[in-house]
């Protein structure tokens, strides 16, 4: 009787020990989840809220393929399905465009185009920005090259973070070949270089090369760019 006595307390104590462990870790856990929050929305309120740039619009079509697919619209779609992922899974959503305009107006094109940019960037680096993704296809004379290349901005270091997770989202989803490297934006990349949040650009994909271009011309494949995008942006935060 004392053995079993003894058995019991002895259970009931590392149970307790080990109940105890647990909660300390958790609390700790929880604790550090909400640190990083904290970290990234400047701790004005908890929800995280991402800016979406779809590239150009309006006038301003961006590239445009021998097939006639034009830049404008394919980031728009792919930025579109993005933004739904994002709200689906609870995030804030701003986007500087949702149709084909730009978030500008002047009295001359030039001014408009002018205008388009300085207000992109006020968006980029509002204080309810907690992260910049900006959505571009690319061109090259040469029609061989194809694949998605990421562009980080330079100011904030987290912003690499952020291009090699949606890099790697990339990769293991849709692009297992892809062996581009991600690239820290120049003086080239207006918005990048002058974004002071976590912002990325991606450019999704050739619309020089014919069968990349026939893929981003297909909603389906736009839709599998946009959860490439998404589950990076996810990793990240
Ligand atoms: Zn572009």
């Given amino acids: 009787m004392k053995k079993l006595k003894k058995i019991l307390y002895n259970t009931f ?20 989840m909400k640190l990083n929050v904290y970290a990234l929305t400047g701790g004005d309120d ?12 309006a006038e301003d079509g961006g ?12 980031n728009l779609s792919i930025s579109l ?28 094109l030039k001014e408009k185009l002018h205008n388009d940019f300085s207000n992109r960037l006020a968006m ?21 090259y194809y694949g998605t290349q990421i562009f980080y901005s330079p100011n904030d270091e987290r912003s690499e973070k952020l ?11 849709l692009q297992p070949d892809n ?20 912002c990325i650009l991606a450019e999704c994909g050739f619309l020089s090369n014919p069968e990349e271009c026939a893929n981003l011309a297909d909603e ?11 589950c990076g942006i996810v990793e990240f935060l």
């Fill in 13 to 32: 104590f590392y149970i307790t020990i080990i109940t105890i462990i647990a909660v300390i870790f958790f609390v700790m856990i929880f604790i550090v």
């Fill in 46 to 57: 908890n929800n995280i809220c991402i800016l979406i740039d779809p590239g150009h619009g």
């Fill in 63 to 74: 590239a445009v393929s021998p097939s006639g697919v034009i830049e404008k619209d394919v």
């Fill in 81 to 108: 399905f993005l933004r739904d992922y994002l709200q689906m899974s609870g995030y804030d959503v701003i986007m500087t465009r949702e149709d084909d305009s730009i978030p500008a107006t002047g009295d001359s």
């Fill in 124 to 144: 980029y680096n509002d204080s309810k920005t907690d992260v910049v993704i900006s959505i571009h296809q690319n061109s090259f004379e040469n029609p061989q």
């Fill in 163 to 173: 291009a090699l997770c949606v890099k790697r989202a990339f990769r293991g989803l």
């Fill in 179 to 198: 062996q581009r490297d991600i690239t820290k934006a120049g003086s080239n990349i207006y918005l990048l270089n002058n974004c002071t949040k976590p």
């Fill in 220 to 230: 389906e494949y736009r839709r599998q760019v946009a959860f490439a995008i998404y």
